[in-house]
């Protein structure tokens, strides 16, 4: 079993649609992250989180520690939204990154 | 403020060379951590360094190693290398290495 998990793996939306991204991990962590990656391998840092919930733009990004789950939201989806979202967490004790599969979003015009 | 950049961007190697990449982290950012990303396994951390020392390191053979100088650019290597290298090399730079992380754009290495 994956330390960190992804639901779902691929998902296809309209434009317009509310979107939720689910990341489960069996690790203590000392911190979370959503990452974006394009077409082309660039990765941009969208959230780091280690309680609650925090928004950015149409994103918001959510954990709860104690089940050890977190969800990444994004409202009126738009189809440059389109990309591999992955979820990463920072081992406790360790600091070592281990990332989720990564959830393939693709928005419909 | 310039981005992580990472050089070279792609480059092609055969069996049994070896192989140096660069990262140049955000000014001011004293960490730097690499990650080997490939179809089959996805994302995998390879090392971190922070202040020239490294602090943390994956499960990778000795073959991986890398360094960090005092301006806090970053140097890994791969030596006699194999097929299954081939993959996007990313860097990361962060203030204290345990922030936010701001990736470079990677180095896609092809190993024939």
């Known amino acids: 079993k994956n330390e960190v998990e992804q639901s779902p793996q691929n998902l296809t939306a309209q434009e317009g649609e509310f979107i939720t991204i689910n990341c489960s991990y069996s690790?203590?962590?000392?911190?979370l992250h959503w990452l974006q990656q394009h077409p082309g391998g660039g990765i941009v840092s969208l959230f780091m989180?280690?309680?609650g919930k925090k928004k950015h733009g149409r994103l918001i990004a959510t954990i709860n520690i104690q089940e050890k789950h977190s969800s990444l939201h994004i409202t009126a989806s738009h189809p440059r939204d389109s990309a591999v979202y992955i979820c990463a967490v920072t081992n406790f004790g360790n600091e070592k990154l281990t990332f989720g599969t990564g959830t393939r979003l693709t928005i419909i015009p | 403020k310039a981005g992580v950049t990472q050089t070279p961007r792609y480059l092609i190697k055969t069996r049994g060379q070896q192989v140096t990449l660069s990262c140049s982290p955000i000014s001011g950012h004293r960490s730097v951590s690499w990650y080997q990303q490939t179809p089959g396994q996805g994302l995998q951390f390879l090392f971190e360094?922070?202040?020239?020392?490294?602090?943390n390191k994956g499960n990778f053979p000795g073959r991986f190693s890398g360094r960090q100088f005092s301006n806090s650019r970053s140097e890994m290597n791969v030596s006699t290398l194999e097929l299954g290298d081939s993959a996007l090399y990313l860097c990361a730079s962060s203030f204290e290495g345990y922030g936010e992380l701001f990736f470079g754009e990677g180095s896609r290495l092809t190993v024939l």
């Open positions: 360094y922070f202040s020239e020392t490294q602090r």
């Open positions: 989180l280690s309680s």
């Open positions: 690790v203590g962590i000392s911190a």
